[in-house]
């Protein structure tokens, strides 16, 4: 099974099931054998294939996320703080959110806070909000580390590792 017998349709003993006739292409064997894993109907003689006995589950667009429900209860709360946000989306559909409360940021119309599972950072057209009073007032609350700062808090929180530099921000920001 060389190169030539991929050019130029050469045909060879199936080396999966050893019968004779399959070919070798770029892809991979085509077998004509019906009972072979590399079963190919074209060279069968045009013979249709077989039909299994389980049948291939089809995956949804979108992957995991398009299978779940757009609305209901939050799949999981972040890491840190977590809150509940009610939202309204320009269809008229409700959906729930788990976000981190340490993550809302005003943002003109909107406010962008990072949600569960996956951690991402969405933006919420604030009329739609249904919990918007509390989430303003979690805004509000104190005052908040810089973008540098929090990721300084993360890094030696994740690790359990602490500096000079750490233990002034805690200082500083109790509730981080």
Known sequence: MGLFDKLFD??????????SGAKVTLSGVRCPSPACASYDASLAGGAPAPISATPIPATPIGGAHAAQPPSGAPVGAPIGMPITIAYVNHHGIPNTFAGDRR?????GLFLS????PSEGRISLRKDRIGNLAELEAEM??????????AYVLRYHAKRGTTSALVER???????W
């Open 103 to 107: 993550t809302i940021r005003d943002r």
């Open 10 to 19: 050469i045909r060879v003993p199936c080396p999966k099931c050893g019968t």
């Open 113 to 116: 806070v990072c949600v569960a």
């Open 140 to 149: 509000r609350r104190g005052p908040r580390p810089s973008k540098h700062e």
């Open 169 to 175: 921000l805690r200082a500083n920001y109790p509730g």
